[in-house]
């Protein structure tokens, strides 16, 4: 099983700050990777899959890139709904996926 | 894309069985991969397992391996999530999902389903 660890557990960034969340697989996943973003009450939200392509609708300050084994997200300009917890999932394998644990972005 | 309708929340006790389940609109149900998510309270995101309707046959976490079930009835574009033995600890939202192939991101979402495992 493919291990996802997810960096840091917690950051807090001011509001029109960029954010850098990481995200590392413990073998390589190729580009087969995805970003969500979940906020309290709700499902989870596609935000960019193949590593680095935006999925309909989200805004261009998310952005992501990394193949292999190491992938990052980045935020450019923290906006007052980009508060909530990203998760990061590999689908490399044939329905053998997991998930990060999560990384919670908080108003500094 | 498709949309997906879970059924509603369940209130179990320990070392009973839950079945819950998840029905597919709008979309082409049997080659998507319909997947399970299991959310404890303020805790992460866990894949449980998932299943192509087309093919039949669910593949599982290790960690789910003879806790769950995944079945699909293709009359009806329902896919079932049964989990067995409950204990407190499974206690969770169980959200399905949807992928457009066994190798692609998820797409769509049901709205999840809260199972409370109680004595």
């Known amino acids: ?108 | 894309q498709v949309q997906l309708l879970q059924s509603g929340s369940e209130v179990k006790k320990p070392g009973s069985s839950v079945r819950v389940s998840c029905k597919a609109s709008g979309g082409s149900f049997n080659s998507y991969a319909i997947t399970w998510v299991r959310q404890a309270s303020g805790q992460g995101l866990e894949w449980m397992g998932g299943i192509i309707p087309n093919f039949g046959t669910a593949n599982y976490a290790q960690k789910f391996q003879g806790k769950v079930t995944i079945t699909a009835d293709k009359s009806t574009n329902i896919v079932y999530m049964e989990l067995s033995s409950l204990r407190s600890d499974d206690t969770a939202i169980y959200y399905c999902a949807s992928a457009e192939t066994s190798v692609s991101w998820i797409a769509s979402w049901g709205q999840g389903t809260l199972v409370t495992v109680s004595s």
């Open chain 1, 1 to 108: 099983e493919i291990v996802m660890t997810q960096s840091p557990a917690t950051l807090s960034v001011s509001p029109g700050e960029r954010a850098t969340l990481s995200c590392r697989a413990s073998q390589s996943v190729n580009s087969n990777l995805a970003w969500y973003q979940q906020k309290p009450g709700q499902a989870p939200r596609l935000l960019i899959y193949g590593a680095s392509t935006r999925a309909a609708g989200v805004p261009a300050r998310f952005s992501g890139s990394g193949s292999g084994t190491e992938f990052t997200l980045t935020i450019s300009s923290l906006q007052s709904e980009d508060f909530a917890v990203y998760y990061c999932q590999q689908y490399n394998n044939w329905l053998a996926w997991t998930f990060g644990q999560g990384t919670k972005v908080e108003i500094k």
